[in-house]
Nanobody, 125 residues
Framework: VQLQASGGGLVQAGGSLRLACGAF????????MTWFRQAPGKGREFVAA????????DYTDSAKGRFTMSRDNAKNAVYLQMNNLKPEDTAVYYC???????????????????WGRGTQVTVSS
């Protein structure tokens, strides 16, 4: 599976961005899809994950109430709608896929099988 994220950019605090991630490969619907991010000088951290059927999403605490993850299996795509952005959301955002079985969602990098190239999100104060 090849993944490509897009939609990043520069936005003022309080603004919104919608990230998209296109997947190229087979059986997209069999993967748990996730978003991670890496801020300057920091390690990569979990942001959101969505179940294979797209019915349930899991978010890190700082994203709850502001970010919404969705997927369209017919289009092999996932999305991350980010509202009320804050300067601390500034990071490179990565979409990633997990084929881990027996779980609905994942949060650990160790459970990721495929990483996409990131897209830069910069939030100015």
């Amino acid at each position: 599976v090849q993944l490509q994220a897009s939609g990043g950019g520069l936005v003022q605090a309080g603004g919104s961005l919608r990230l998209a991630c296109g997947a190229f490969g087979r059986a997209f619907g069999t993967y748990i899809m996730t978003w991670f991010r890496q801020a300057p000088g920091k390690g990569r951290e979990f942001v959101a994950a969505i179940t294979r059927d797209g019915h349930t999403a899991d978010y890190t605490d700082s994203a709850k109430g502001r970010f919404t993850m969705s997927r369209d299996n017919a289009k092999n795509a996932v999305y991350l709608q980010m509202n009320n952005l804050k300067p601390e959301d500034t990071a490179v955002y990565y979409c990633a896929a997990s084929s881990k079985v027996g779980v609905a969602t994942i949060r650990r990098e160790d459970d990721i099988n495929y990483w996409g190239r990131g897209t830069q999100v910069t939030v100015s104060s």
